[in-house]
């Protein structure tokens, strides 16, 4: 829950207030500096329209490139604790960045490493280089051409296996596992309530599949009974005919936020009004819960309640695609309609064969207890760490648990000041703003990892402490007593 301060918001407001003037009075400067060279102009006397134009293109030019040394930084290195950032400069107050051939080692607050499989790994890495030598980087095909090998076959079942469902199809992109699947499981007359604050590939998902989309309040189960009750009673728009199928589609952990879903609560309501759950594990599968099962397991939820499980590899296995397990009528449906399927290149072996091995050691099959290692290490790092932050006065969201831990920023002028100094001190974060989050909501988004030592931590947290004074974000001081 956002605690905005007043004051906060008004300097937050007149801040952005400000920007845009400027940009605008630039804009208008440079439109009648330039208006025969102009390249739009250009464009439009050759018969052709501007492809970028209108308030995006404005935040790009006037905001975003003011700041955008602070994003899309590259790194010489595995995603570990530790980081090889490569150092960039820009000639032209960062309309363009060029990299050099300099590195700074930083410490990584910044990756979804949760369990650290995404450095080398004593039981991972070994069989990934044998997979490799096997069956080479790419099938070169779809899935229901030549690109199922046996080891799709394999991780299929054991992803089905480990989160306890029927049965799990696999792809090789976790946004396309949203945006994909959604469209394939509802159309047109179909409803679908979404969570105020679920990810843009559910957003772009419920939007392509044709299907009405209603929007409750995030985390709500009393609003979302309300919305269902409304809709329910109303039905389909214009004919009022009953709806062919509803879906409700919540997150395990919302990854701008950190919190965990209210599932019990939500599946009581869905169960109540016959509504299908479907639930993005995304952030929660494998990095919470006793023997790391996600948000089901930690919060005492059947999966025989939850309809459809959707999870992604790229975050606590080192890996890179998504699943969807459900009952075997479900899969075998999704297999034979879902474009992804069909169209999109499989999963790449050494990936695949990746997510098995990370598996097999989080449930123990490697032989040693590892895996539960892992999991109470991200577990008591994530719950450190928060205390402190929240210690130090930092707003920070989220729950106990929760790996992810955003830390409001809010003014757009701390957005590159945070993001500098951290670096400045060798410390690699993730500020976050618009489009990923509301205007006035910016903030940098904290992720924990197993690999990170108490000692990494400390220091973590005092640089975060000295720029957090600097740059004046502890919106909540605690008092000394």
């Given at each position: 829950m956002v605690r905005l301060p007043y004051l906060t918001a008004l300097t937050t407001l007149f801040s952005y207030g400000l920007l845009f003037a400027f940009g605008q009075v630039r804009d208008f400067i440079r439109y009648i500096l330039d208006l025969r060279k102009s390249k739009n102009l250009q464009c439009l006397v050759q018969g052709y329209a501007p492809i970028c134009l209108g308030l995006e293109d404005f935040y790009t030019r006037r905001l975003y490139l003011r700041i955008q040394d602070c994003f899309n930084r590259p790194i010489a290195s595995a995603p570990d604790s530790w980081i090889d950032v490569v150092e960039r400069y820009s000639k032209d107050h960062n309309k363009t960045l060029h990299r050099t051939s300099k590195t700074s080692k930083c410490l990584n607050l910044g990756s979804y490493n949760y369990l650290g499989f995404a450095a080398a790994d004593e039981f991972c890495t070994p069989r990934v280089i044998e997979s490799l030598k096997e069956y080479s980087p790419s099938t070169c095909s779809a899935r229901v051409d030549g690109g199922t090998t046996k080891l799709h076959a394999e991780l299929e079942e054991l992803v089905a296996q480990f989160v306890r469902k029927p049965a799990a199809i696999v792809f090789g992109m976790g946004y396309a596992t949203n945006s994909a699947i959604i469209p394939s499981l509802i159309g047109k007359g179909g409803l679908i309530v979404s969570d105020s604050l679920n990810h843009n590939s559910i957003v772009n998902g419920s939007r392509g599949?044709?299907?009405?989309?209603?929007?409750?309040?995030?985390?709500?189960?009393?609003?979302?009974?309300?919305?269902?009750?409304?809709?329910?009673?109303?039905?389909?728009?214009?004919?009022?005919?009953?709806?062919?199928?509803?879906?409700?589609i919540v997150e395990g952990i919302y990854s701008m936020e950190g919190e965990l879903c209210k599932l019990p609560d939500i599946i009581d309501v869905c169960k109540k009004y016959k509504a299908y759950t479907y639930l993005d594990e995304a952030h929660s599968i494998?990095?919470?819960?006793?023997?790391?099962?996600?948000?089901?397991?930690?919060?005492g939820v059947d999966t025989a309640d939850v309809d459809i499980m959707m999870g992604t590899f790229t975050k606590s296995f080192g890996s890179c695609g998504g699943y969807i397990a459900a009952s075997k009528e479900i899969i075998q449906h999704l297999k034979n309609t879902c474009p992804a399927h069909f169209y999109a290149t499989s999963m790449s072996p050494p990936s695949v064969q990746q997510v098995i091995s990370a598996i097999k050691v989080v449930i123990g099959e490697d032989g040693s207890d590892r895996g539960a290692r892992k999991l109470a290490q991200i577990r008591e790092n994530s719950n450190f760490f928060r205390f402190e932050l929240h210690r130090m006065g930092f707003e920070v969201l989220g729950d106990d648990d929760s790996p992810v831990m955003p830390i409001m920023l809010y003014n757009p002028a701390k957005i590159p000041a945070f993001s500098r100094e951290c670096l400045r001190h060798n410390l690699a974060v993730v500020t976050v703003a618009f489009p990923a989050t509301p205007l006035l909501l910016a903030r940098a988004r904290i992720c924990l990892s197993a690999s990170h030592t108490r000692e990494d931590m400390i220091r973590a947290l005092d640089v975060l402490s000295t720029v957090g004074d600097l740059v004046g974000i502890k919106y909540f001081p605690i008092e000394p007593q």
């Amino acid at each position: 829950m956002v605690r905005l301060p007043y004051l906060t918001a008004l300097t937050t407001l007149f801040s952005y207030g400000l920007l845009f003037a400027f940009g605008q009075v630039r804009d208008f400067i440079r439109y009648i500096l330039d208006l025969r060279k102009s390249k739009n102009l250009q464009c439009l006397v050759q018969g052709y329209a501007p492809i970028c134009l209108g308030l995006e293109d404005f935040y790009t030019r006037r905001l975003y490139l003011r700041i955008q040394d602070c994003f899309n930084r590259p790194i010489a290195s595995a995603p570990d604790s530790w980081i090889d950032v490569v150092e960039r400069y820009s000639k032209d107050h960062n309309k363009t960045l060029h990299r050099t051939s300099k590195t700074s080692k930083c410490l990584n607050l910044g990756s979804y490493n949760y369990l650290g499989f995404a450095a080398a790994d004593e039981f991972c890495t070994p069989r990934v280089i044998e997979s490799l030598k096997e069956y080479s980087p790419s099938t070169c095909s779809a899935r229901v051409d030549g690109g199922t090998t046996k080891l799709h076959a394999e991780l299929e079942e054991l992803v089905a296996q480990f989160v306890r469902k029927p049965a799990a199809i696999v792809f090789g992109m976790g946004y396309a596992t949203n945006s994909a699947i959604i469209p394939s499981l509802i159309g047109k007359g179909g409803l679908i309530v979404s969570d105020s604050l679920n990810h843009n590939s559910i957003v772009n998902g419920s939007r392509g599949s044709g299907a009405t989309v209603q929007v409750f309040q995030h985390n709500s189960a009393a609003h979302l009974e309300e919305v269902l009750r409304e809709q329910i009673a109303e039905g389909q728009p214009r004919t009022h005919r009953p709806w062919k199928k509803i879906i409700v589609i919540v997150e395990g952990i919302y990854s701008m936020e950190g919190e965990l879903c209210k599932l019990p609560d939500i599946i009581d309501v869905c169960k109540k009004y016959k509504a299908y759950t479907y639930l993005d594990e995304a952030h929660s599968i494998g990095a919470i819960g006793r023997s790391g099962r996600g948000v089901c397991e930690l919060l005492g939820v059947d999966t025989a309640d939850v309809d459809i499980m959707m999870g992604t590899f790229t975050k606590s296995f080192g890996s890179c695609g998504g699943y969807i397990a459900a009952s075997k009528e479900i899969i075998q449906h999704l297999k034979n309609t879902c474009p992804a399927h069909f169209y999109a290149t499989s999963m790449s072996p050494p990936s695949v064969q990746q997510v098995i091995s990370a598996i097999k050691v989080v449930i123990g099959e490697d032989g040693s207890d590892r895996g539960a290692r892992k999991l109470a290490q991200i577990r008591e790092n994530s719950n450190f760490f928060r205390f402190e932050l929240h210690r130090m006065g930092f707003e920070v969201l989220g729950d106990d648990d929760s790996p992810v831990m955003p830390i409001m920023l809010y003014n757009p002028a701390k957005i590159p000041a945070f993001s500098r100094e951290c670096l400045r001190h060798n410390l690699a974060v993730v500020t976050v703003a618009f489009p990923a989050t509301p205007l006035l909501l910016a903030r940098a988004r904290i992720c924990l990892s197993a690999s990170h030592t108490r000692e990494d931590m400390i220091r973590a947290l005092d640089v975060l402490s000295t720029v957090g004074d600097l740059v004046g974000i502890k919106y909540f001081p605690i008092e000394p007593q």
